[in-house]
């Protein structure tokens, strides 16, 4: 399917004026070749976030891209780059010259890309929506595992964390251990109270 489209969209290459073919070859040589926008990773990843993709479309996209890179590389058993050359010059794709389809596969690009901002526009606020839900989802869920660290550390010893790190630091300070606690009378228990509960 995506190669009777690819097909269809560049044989219009023909059909384009002179001027439009000249700004549509101007635009691709803006084109990185290198590091291009990889557009496949980036749905591929948000299908996978979204258990999406129930038709494969992007695992045969996968391979209809490997196979044209393989194609134009001589890599296919039986193929060479002069084979890749002979397609660009195929009369069933309509077209005699690399710069005619460098056109019409600009053209397609540019159109895909307009049509791929429009249908953004609806797409792009119910993502960010879940990534916020998914944020506050991950904060709650750590701060319900703080909770049933700090439980069951309290089961465990009975005492809260910060009443064992108070008592560290009171050692770690000033070198209070536990036979001053055991030496605190009443009125010194109540000093101490009194001082914490202020606060």
């Known amino acids: 399917m995506i190669g009777v489209v690819l097909y269809l969209n560049v044989s219009e290459a023909l059909l384009l004026d002179i001027d439009r073919r ?16 990889d557009f496949l990773g980036l749905v ?26 393989e194609q134009h590389a001589g890599f296919v058993p039986g193929k060479s780059q002069e084979d890749a050359r002979r397609r660009l010059q195929n009369v069933r794709l309509a077209t005699t010259h690399p710069d005619d389809r460098i056109a019409g596969l600009t053209a397609k690009k540019l159109a895909l890309q307009e049509n791929l901002a429009s249908r953004l526009r609806d797409v792009v606020p119910c993502a960010v929506e879940l990534a916020c839900v998914e944020a506050e989802l991950i904060e709650t869920l750590r701060l319900r595992d703080a909770l049933e660290e700090r439980r069951k550390a ?5 005492v809260y964390p910060e009443v064992r790190e108070f008592a560290d630091d009171l050692h770690a300070e000033h070198g209070v251990t536990y036979k001053h606690f055991a030496a605190l009378g009443p009125e010194e228990r109540l000093a101490i109270a009194r001082i914490l509960l202020r606060r």
Do not use: F, W
């Open 22 to 37: 000249e700004r549509l070859l101007r635009e691709s040589e803006t084109i990185d070749r290198e590091s291009a926008p």
């Open 44 to 69: 591929r990843d948000l299908l996978l976030a979204v258990q999406g993709d129930p038709d494969g479309i992007v695992h045969q996209a996968d391979d209809l891209v490997r196979q044209l890179k």
């Open 154 to 158: 309290i089961n465990t010893s009975r």
